[in-house]
T-cell receptor, first 110, second 113 residues
Framework: SQQGEEDPQALSIQEGENATMNCSYK?????LQWYRQNSGRGLVHLIL?????REKHSGRLRVTLDTSKKSSSLLITASRAADTASYFC??????????FGAGTILRVKS | DTAVSQTPKYLVTQMGNDKSIKCEQN?????MYWYKQDSKKFLKIMFS???????INETVPNRFSPKSPDKAHLNLHINSLELGDSAVYFC????????????FGQGTRLTVV
């Protein structure tokens, strides 16, 4: 079964607005990662947050991790049309593999 | 220079055929993976190799046989292709398994007709 589950499944916002995506998972993890996938392309790593971290920033991205609730959120501030993509969370729950969630499709309208 | 490259990008073939997908990474990573992405965009791990050794075989039918001739290459051979094998297959690599970020290839869209 999928370890991570994102919500919402799809999100449509105007350029300049913030976009928040959530990820929930079921078991303890070593780290949680967020990836972006543009249509017809491979996945691109955005950010990795370890289980002992609560928040991380990278440019316009902010990721939080709440291990007590087994959830993470990805915030993209001041969104741009180029942010239109699918966003996936992936968890390292041991076993040398990343388990991906179903993804959130983000559409940023200009 | 492309970090993780896989060929071909598109593959259309008939049921019953055998086909291969090749993957190479020039990042010096120890771990390589094959993932399958279905039509609903679910990404599922198929295989994981660490320094040419198979680490994970995620209950994939034995028609799928990965081969790693060296730690920079991980190829996927598929025998007796079935309609349900149609998907996008991604190769990826990472320095330390799931503890570090993974770099993905552009994907191979396999269509079985």
């Amino acid at each position: 079964s999928q370890q991570g589950e994102e919500d919402p499944q799809a999100l449509s916002i105007q350029e300049g607005e913030n976009a928040t995506m959530n990820c929930s998972y079921k078991t303890s993890i070593n780290n949680l990662q967020w990836y972006r996938q543009n249509s017809g392309r491979g996945l691109v790593h955005l950010i990795l947050i370890r289980s002992n971290e609560r928040e991380k920033h990278s440019g316009r991205l902010r990721v939080t991790l709440d291990t007590s609730k087994k959830s993470s959120s990805l915030l993209i501030t001041a969104s741009r049309a180029a942010d239109t993509a699918s966003y996936f969370c992936a968890t390292d729950a041991g076993g040398n593999k990343l388990v991906f969630g179903a993804g959130t499709i983000l559409r940023v309208k200009s | 220079d492309t970090a993780v490259s896989q060929t071909p990008k598109y593959l259309v073939t008939q049921m019953g055929n055998d086909k291969s997908i090749k993957c190479e990474q020039n990042l010096g990573h120890d771990t390589m993976y094959w993932y399958k992405q279905d039509s609903k965009k679910f990404l599922k791990i198929m295989f994981s190799y660490n320094n040419k050794e198979l680490i994970i075989n995620e209950t994939v039918p034995n028609r799928f046989s990965p081969k790693s001739p060296d730690k920079a290459h991980l190829n996927l051979h598929i025998n007796s292709l079935e309609l349900g094998d149609s998907a996008v297959y991604f190769c990826a690599s990472s320095q330390e398994g799931a503890a570090t970020e993974a770099f993905f290839g552009q994907g191979t869209r396999l269509t079985v007709v």
